[in-house]
């Protein structure tokens, strides 16, 4: 079964298109956290962040740091938020790799919504032997 982003590729479902080339399209999202909120979509399917190959990921950061400088440019605002949920857990609600690029304003009223944490003794040090690249 074809992915929403899928279906907007192929010109099934309608959308307000910002900018699309042979591997990527950017339109507005139609639920935007705030108005201008953007998505860059890879024309590939690729069901998360971890599949996609790097010069592709490169390529759609360098479309969504065009598409952040626009925002700012045209809307005014204050900064933006660059952003790929990767997988259910981080609130992927869509199989298919895409970059939210989000205008924010100051005292626009939102929030990330994330709650921070804290080590505990050497457990620092552990996570950072685990993870070393």
């Known amino acids: ?6 279906m907007i590729i192929s010109g099934d479902i309608p959308s307000t298109k910002l900018y699309e080339d042979d591997s990527v399209l950017v339109i507005l999202d ?28 490169s390529h759609m950061m360098e479309i969504a740091q065009r598409v952040a400088l626009k925002l700012k440019a ?16 981080s609130g992927q609600e869509i199989p ?8 924010r304003y100051d005292n626009d009223g939102q929030s990330f919504g994330f709650s921070k944490k804290s080590y505990e003794g050497d457990e620092i040090k552990e996570y950072g032997k685990k993870l070393a690249l």
Do not use: R, W
């Open 1 to 6: 079964m074809a992915t929403v982003f899928e």
């Open 30 to 57: 139609i639920n935007p956290v705030e108005k201008g909120h953007s998505l860059v979509i890879s024309k590939t399917v690729y069901e998360d962040f971890t599949q996609c190959p790097s010069a592709q990921l």
């Open 74 to 89: 045209e809307l005014k605002c204050d900064g933006t938020n660059i952003l790929i949920n990767n997988g259910k857990a």
């Open 96 to 103: 298919h790799l895409h970059i939210h690029v989000i205008p």
